[in-house]
C-alpha cells in the first residue's frame, strides 16, 4: 500500500451524511445558480426565439378556440334550437374554423418539443464538456477526497435532473406564464364578474403550491446529495467484492448500505409525499372552482344582472358562460402544471449547484514558464525543433531581454530541506535532502507510511511542498510547467490502471505517437511480448473492465512497457514489481534493468532483492531518512536496513 493514502487528508464524510453537503428542508436555491445555468442557453437564442413564438402561437390558438365557443353557441347553437329548419350549414363552417384552431395549437406545441429536444440535449453535451475539461485541471488532493462514485454521480443523477428541467420544464413554465397572459385577457373579455372569482381561486392555489413546494424543495436538495453518497458507497462495493467476501463483511456491508439507502429514502419520501400532493390539491381546487363559477354565473344569467367585460356592459349569455367555463380551465391548467415542475425544478437547481460546485473546485495551479522541448546539436549549442530527435532540453525563457537559453535534459534531481504535510497539522516529510545524479538509481526502503511514495509525488508536483527546494537539472520545479515535467518523468505504480481499448493502444497511451513496431520493442523490453502473443487476438485483444482477463502481473507487466515506450529520461517505479511472482520478477528484472540504462531511476520497493544494485538506498523511517548509502555500505553499518535484510525486523 502506498503510504500517501494512509498519510493524506483524511477522507471526507460522503455527501448527506452527519458532516456532508446535506442542507436542511428549507435552504434555498441561490440565485447565481439559476442565472448560471440559463447562461448556457444564450448561444441558442434563435431556435429559443422560434419556441416563443410557438408558445404564444398555442396560447392564443388555445384562447381563440376557447372564445369562439361561446360565440358558437349564442351565434349558431342557440338559434337552431328555436328554428323549425336548423340549417347546418353554419355551424359546420364554425367548427371547422375551431378545428382549424386546434390543429394550430397542436403543431406549435409539436414543433416546440422537437426544438427544445435539440437544445437540451445541447446544452447537456456542453455542461458535460466543460465539466469533464475541468475535472482534468483538478488537482490530486481532491480525487483524494471525493469517492468514484459520488464524481460520477454528476455526469449521471445530476446532469439527468437539469435534462428535465430544460427539455420539458423550463418550456412549460414560460408556456404557462404565456397562457395565464392571453386567457387572463381573454376572461376579462368575457366576464370581469367571473374573472374576479378565478383570481381569487388562484390566489388560493397559488398560496398552497408555495408552501407545500417550499417544503418539497429542501428535501430534494437532500435527496441529491444522498444519492452521491450511495452511488460512491456501491462503487467502492463492487470494486472490494472480493475483499468483503474474503473477509465475511458481507453483513456489515449489507449494514451500511441499508443506512444510507434509508437515508436517500427518507429524503425522497420527505420530498415526494410533499411534490405528490400538489397535483390532487391543484385538480380538486380547479373542479371546485369550477364548480363555483357555473353556480355564479348560472345565477347571474338568471338574475338578468348585467356583465361587464372589456367589450362594455351587456347581458350574460348561455355562450359566454360555456365559454368562460372552458377559459377557467385553461387559466387554472398553468398554475396546477406550473406547481408539478416545483418538484423537478427542485431537483434540477439541487442538481446544477452540485455540477457547479465542481466546476468551481479550484484548478491545479501552475505557475512555471520553463518548457520541455525536442532538441539537437547544431555547432555546440542545443536548437529547438519540432521533429522527435531523442534529445530533449530545457527552454528557459528570461523575461528581463526576452532571449532564450536551453539546458539539455540530464535527469539530475535534488530536495533540500524538504517538509510537506498533506494537513497542515500532521507534518509527513521531515527535512528532506537527497541527489540523484543522472544515471543513478536511488532506492527508497522503509515501512508503510514511512513517506517513499510521498517524496515521488512531490517529484510529479501532485502536491507542492511546504518548505525547502526540489531541484531538476538546476531548475526549481516550480518553474517547470506541470504538463512538461511530468512528459520528463516516467511513472510505474503499484497501483495498475488499464483503459478500454486493445493492448496495443493501452501500452501507447505512454507515447500517443509511438508506432506498432515501438510499441512492441517496449513489451519485449518488458518481457511482456511472450505472454501478449498467447491472448486471443495478440496485440489486438480487447481489454475491458481495467484488464479484469488478465492476472495482476500480466497488467503490471503492460503498465511497465506502457512506461517503457515513453522513453523517459527519468524512472519512478513505485512497486512496480510487487504483483508479479518470483520468477516472472527475474524476467521483468531484466528487462527494467535494460530500460534504466543511461536513466535516473527513483525504486520504491518491499523486495530488498529488487534493490541491492541501486546506487544509493535511502532508509526512511517517520518521514526522516534514517539511513543512505550502498547495499554493501548499509550492511557494514548493521543498522535498520542490516535488520531488514537478515529479517532481523520486516517490513509492515
Known sequence: MSERKNSAAPIRPAAGGPRGRAMGPRQPI???????????????????????????????????????????????????????????????????????????????????????????????????DEMFAHMQTLPIRYFDTHTHGEVMSYYTNDTDTLRQMVSQTLPQGVS????????????????????????????????VVGKLGGRSAGYFVKQQTALASLNGYIEEMVNGQKVVKVFNHESLAKEEFDRRND???????????????????????????????????????????????????????????????????NF?????????????????????????????????????????????????????????????????????????????????VVMEQVDFAYVPEKTVLHDISLYARPGQKVAFVGATGAGKTTITNLINRFYDIADGKIRYDGININKIKKPDLRRSLGVVLQD?????????????????????????????LANAHDFITRLPDGYNTMLTGDGGGLSQGQRQLISIARAAVADPPVMILDEATSSIDTRTEALVQRGMDRLMQGRTVFVIAHRLSTVQNSDVIMVLDHGRIIERGSHDQLIAQRGQYYQLYTGAFELE
Open 176 to 207: 404557462s406564464l404565456i397562457t395565464l397572459v392571453v386567457v387572463f385577457i381573454a376572461m376579462l373579455q368575457n366576464s370581469v364578474w367571473l374573472t374576479l372569482i378565478v383570481l381569487l381561486g388562484a390566489f388560493v392555489m397559488a398560496r
Open 30 to 128: 441561490h440565485k447565481e445558480t439559476v442565472l448560471r445555468l440559463l447562461s448556457y442557453l444564450k448561444p441558442f437564442w434563435p431556435r429559443l426565439l422560434l419556441v416563443l413564438i410557438c408558445v404564444v402561437l398555442n396560447a392564443i390558438a388555445t384562447a381563440a378556440a376557447a372564445t369562439f365557443l361561446g360565440r358558437m353557441i349564442d351565434g349558431y347553437i342557440t338559434p337552431m334550437l328555436a328554428s323549425s329548419a336548423p340549417d347546418f350549414s353554419g355551424l359546420i363552417s364554425a367548427i371547422l374554423r375551431m378545428a382549424a384552431l386546434y390543429a394550430l395549437a397542436i403543431s406549435a406545441t409539436f414543433a416546440q418539443a422537437r426544438i427544445m429536444a435539440v437544445v437540451s440535449h445541447s446544452v447537456l453535451r456542453k455542461i458535460r
Open 263 to 329: 437515508e436517500l429514502c427518507e429524503n425522497m419520501t420527505e420530498a415526494n409525499k410533499l411534490g405528490n400532493i400538489l397535483g390532487p390539491v391543484n385538480n380538486n381546487m380547479g373542479h371546485i372552482l369550477y364548480v363555483v363559477l357555473a353556480i355564479v354565473g348560472g345565477a347571474l344569467a338568471l338574475g338578468g344582472v348585467s356583465n361587464l367585460s372589456l367589450s362594455g356592459m351587456a347581458p350574460l349569455t348561455l355562450g359566454a358562460i360555456a365559454s368562460f367555463l372552458t377559459l377557467s380551465r
Open 332 to 412: 387554472m391548467m398553468p398554475i396546477s402544471q406550473m406547481a408539478q415542475q416545483i418538484n423537478f425544478i427542485a431537483m434540477a437547481l439541487a442538481g446544477a449547484e452540485r455540477i457547479f460546485s465542481l466546476m468551481d473546485e479550484k484548478s491545479e495551479e501552475d505557475n512555471g514558464y520553463v518548457r520541455l522541448v525536442n532538441a539537437r546539436e547544431e555547432n555546440g549549442e542545443l536548437v529547438e525543433t519540432s521533429e522527435h530527435t531523442g534529445l530533449w532540453a530545457w527552454k528557459h525563457p528570461h523575461s528581463a531581454d526576452g532571449s532564450v537559453t536551453y539546458r539539455r535534459l540530464e535527469g539530475d
Open 496 to 524: 495498475v490502471n488499464l483503459f478500454t481499448g486493445t493492448v496495443m493502444d493501452n501500452i501507447r497511451y505512454g507515447k500517443l505517437d509511438a508506432t506498432d513496431d515501438e510499441c512492441i520493442a517496449a513489451a519485449k
